[in-house]
């Protein structure tokens, strides 16, 4: 068992205060976005010792023995707390086949790793849990087209905005929403005051219940950070989800999303792809995106964890490079031992005060603190009254 101290992302969206708080720190004037606990090279967490990617790269066993025959000597996760003030861009995320066959075909071409152009920044996909600590809302998939119009007419703007949201009703499932979104995307400056004529019908309805309110709020929402961008009437074509705490949201390759605002701890495989698709000032590849994103509609499944035993939670998901788990320790469960055993692991306590034993040592884990535990550390046991997240790699 090593402590392990992760690393402050000031991204602009990024609350102030709600990861500091977390993390026991006082807030000051910068936003703290993101606190990443892995082994992402860009921004990799620290040991006693030095880096957690040097640590794997001096002694790759630490991996496990499946871990690494699958996802070589890479750690194939990363955990995060975000904390959202306010949207993130539209954005999708490639499938492995895809990361591959892109990241190698950028190469070949030449672009930069940090070329504003360049959309493939490793061969990995980037399937991803969001799991919620407060109140998080979320747009993501697709709802089905014939209800976004009703909701467009519902708001008195459907024939305002006809020349671009007509596919909505004259085609059907994914190649309306493809025509639309696509659409959006390129809105040239003789049709921006749609976006306008669509967020001003909202204000009439900011205060209405059900779905038509949230319609008309995200509109709005969305219009006070990015005022006139086109992207506000691509995401009113997306889901609007809202996580209580414990709840959570799993994002598969394709699946066009977009967090709006709150707190929780994201777990991701180990990559930086993102194709992003609206709500950004960042390179937009519309082309990668007809590849990528899904557009069949759908609602995605809000996620309850099952208990697999006293005081251990488990978040199920189809993904192999990571198992997401919360784990709560008091004088009921008694010693608990740690999840994903046979795998590296990362754990970080939330909240309360506990202590790991694995058999030889002891540490002290207060809210705010993460360890990493190394595959060969089968037995590690909390004890204490604390709430602990954690990850694993999902083979063992």
Request: aromatic fraction near 6%; glycine fraction near 8%; include cysteine.
């Amino acid at each position: 068992m090593q402590r392990l101290s992760g690393t402050v992302q000031r991204y602009a969206w990024g609350t102030r205060d709600a990861i500091p708080a977390i993390l026991g720190r006082p807030a000051d004037d910068a936003p703290v976005a993101e606190y990443w606990l892995g082994a992402h090279t860009s921004s990799p967490s620290l040991l006693d010792d030095g880096t957690l990617v040097d640590h794997i790269a001096s002694g790759p066993t630490v991996l496990g023995k499946r871990s690494r025959e699958a996802f070589g000597e890479q750690l194939p996760y990363l955990m995060k707390l975000l904390s959202a003030r306010h949207a993130l861009s539209i954005q999708a995320h490639p499938s492995r086949e895809q990361a591959i066959e892109g990241f190698a075909r950028e190469s070949r071409d030449g672009i930069p790793l940090d070329a504003p152009e360049r959309t493939y920044k490793d061969s990995w996909p980037k399937p991803e849990i969001m799991i919620a600590l407060d109140t998080f809302h979320s747009l993501a998939g697709f709802r089905d087209p014939l209800e976004t119009a009703e909701l467009f007419t519902a708001m008195g703007v459907a024939s305002e905005l006809q020349s671009v949201i007509g596919p909505l009703t004259e085609r059907k499932g994914p190649a309306a929403l493809a025509e639309v979104f696509l659409d959006v995307l390129s809105l040239g400056e003789s049709r921006r005051h749609l976006v306008d004529e669509a967020v001003s019908a909202a204000m009439h309805h900011r205060d209405d219940d059900g779905e038509l309110g949230d319609f008309a709020r995200t509109a709005i929402e969305l219009d006070a950070v990015f005022p006139g961008d086109p992207g506000i009437l691509a995401a009113l074509l997306m889901n609007r989800i809202k996580l209580a705490p414990g709840e959570a949201l799993f994002v598969p390759a394709g699946m066009m999303h977009a967090h709006l605002r709150g707190t929780g701890v994201e777990i991701m495989a180990n990559s930086d792809n993102v194709i992003r698709g609206g709500l950004t000032s960042k390179h937009i590849d519309v082309s990668e995106l007809v590849t990528v994103v899904d557009f069949n509609p759908w609602l995605p499944e809000i996620l309850l964890p099952r208990q697999t035993r006293p005081g251990v939670l488990k978040y199920e998901t189809p993904c192999s490079e990571f198992e997401a788990w919360r784990m709560r320790v008091d004088s009921t469960t008694g010693r608990v031992r740690v999840p994903g055993r046979g795998s590296a692991r990362i754990v970080l306590a939330i909240d309360g005060f506990c202590v790991l034993d694995n058999g030889s040592s002891r540490m002290e884990l207060p809210r705010g603190r993460a360890a990493f535990l190394a595959a060969d550390e089968r037995d590690v046991y909390a004890e204490g009254t604390a709430e602990l997240y954690g990850a694993s790699s999902g083979i063992r």
